[in-house]
């Protein structure tokens, strides 16, 4: 199936594209606003339409012109494609609400449904809640975006008193993806109910361990993906994180990792001189390397772009790197011993589920 993905370039678009890539053989066609004027001539040929392009910040006149515009132009591309194209739309449990952003998505769903009836091929508008996720902008995209920018520069918050529905951003890219093929469960199902405050008194608990780099509690899904969110906004300053080594007349320790709950799982592995190791992502997989003996470069670049950073290591100074989801990484051998690598991941190993995805990542653009 060839797919044009509108907003590509976004928080939740990048989502998207990375789990299309990931888990899909489809042809993705990034579109975002550099290259918006080449929806109509793109639609021709595709088969589907993820439609995620939108505005939600901005004066209400500025928020409903701009997603009016948007939707007119999906809806004059598929009205113009010579074959059915089916259109998923990212809409929002807001739709039809008081605000001018509610408002004016419902005004999208009426406007691109129309056209995509008349087109032939199908409209489904995936109605999303609150988003979270790795990449989030600070008071823009979500207030867990914020709040974990609050975390790292010591800012203190204004907590409202209620709870709130939250969705990962890789769960809400799922949900347009089952829309491609046909209708997606209800996203307000998966939603975690969680009260503001405790989101603020998660983070702070990460901060007290991460800051050492100990793991914190992993014990569930809402935990995994918040540590991710937060992982991500760390990076690459954070790192490498510096391992201390106890060093007496028997040899050497070196404690390598410590976690407060969860799975986890750990190996070793030597790499001889000039071989590398990795070159895939993950989605939701949290890994770390340790390099514990030899020296080595450990590359990683950020999905669709040439944003690549680079730490060499040593054994001399162990030191830990955690590879952030969405990142293609590896690690090379550059010296002229053997490498000691340790390879420690927050999840068992399951080769039905390996979310283990393989990804060049050209190093060279960039060192940290």
């Not at 939600?56 to 010579?82: F, K, P, Q, W």
């Not at 998966?190 to 361990?209: M, N, P, Y």
Request: with cysteine.
């Amino acid at each position: 199936m060839k797919v044009l993905l509108t907003g590509a370039g976004g928080f939740l678009g990048w989502h998207t594209r990375l789990r299309l890539h990931a888990l899909t053989d489809h042809e993705v066609v990034a579109i975002d606003r550099s290259s918006w004027s080449t929806l109509a001539e793109a639609a021709r040929d595709a088969d589907a339409i993820i439609h995620i392009a939108g505005a939600n910040r901005g004066t209400d006149e500025e928020i409903i012109a701009t997603n009016a515009a948007l939707a007119a132009d999906v809806a004059a591309a598929v009205r113009s494609a010579d074959h059915p194209v089916r259109v998923v739309l990212a809409g929002t449990i807001q739709a039809g609400g008081g605000t001018a952003y509610g408002q004016s998505k419902a005004g999208v769903v009426e406007t691109i449904r129309a056209a995509a009836q008349q087109n032939g091929g199908g409209f489904v508008d995936v109605a999303l809640p609150n988003l979270f996720g790795e990449h989030a902008r600070p008071h823009y995209n979500s207030f867990v975006a914020t709040f974990i920018d609050h975390t790292i520069t010591g800012a203190e918050p204004t907590i409202a008193d209620r709870s709130v529905g939250l969705l990962h951003a890789q769960d809400a890219a799922q949900f347009l993806i089952d829309g491609l093929t046909g209708d997606p469960a209800p996203a307000r199902d998966a939603v975690t109910e969680v009260a503001i405050g405790e989101v603020w008194s998660l983070l702070q608990d990460f901060k007290a361990s991460y800051a050492t780099g100990e793991i914190p509690d992993l014990s569930s899904k809402f935990r995994i993906d918040l540590f991710n969110s937060y992982r991500a906004a760390l990076f690459p300053a954070h790192y490498p994180i510096p391992l201390v080594p106890h060093d007496d007349p028997r040899g050497r320790f070196v404690e390598t990792i410590r976690v407060r709950g969860g799975e986890g799982q750990s190996s070793v592995s030597t790499t001889v001189p000039g071989i590398t190791r990795g070159e895939h992502y993950h989605l939701h997989k949290i890994e770390r390397f340790a390099v514990l003996q030899g020296e080595a470069t450990i590359c990683l670049r950020r999905m669709f772009t040439d944003e690549v950073i680079t730490f060499p290591v040593s054994g001399e100074q162990p030191a830990a790197i955690d590879m952030p989801t969405g990142w293609a990484h590896n690690i090379t051998n550059v010296g002229d011993g053997i490498l000691l690598t340790q390879f420690w991941a927050h999840e068992l190993f399951r080769p039905d589920a390996p979310d283990t995805f393989a990804e060049p990542v050209a190093c060279g653009h960039q060192e940290n």
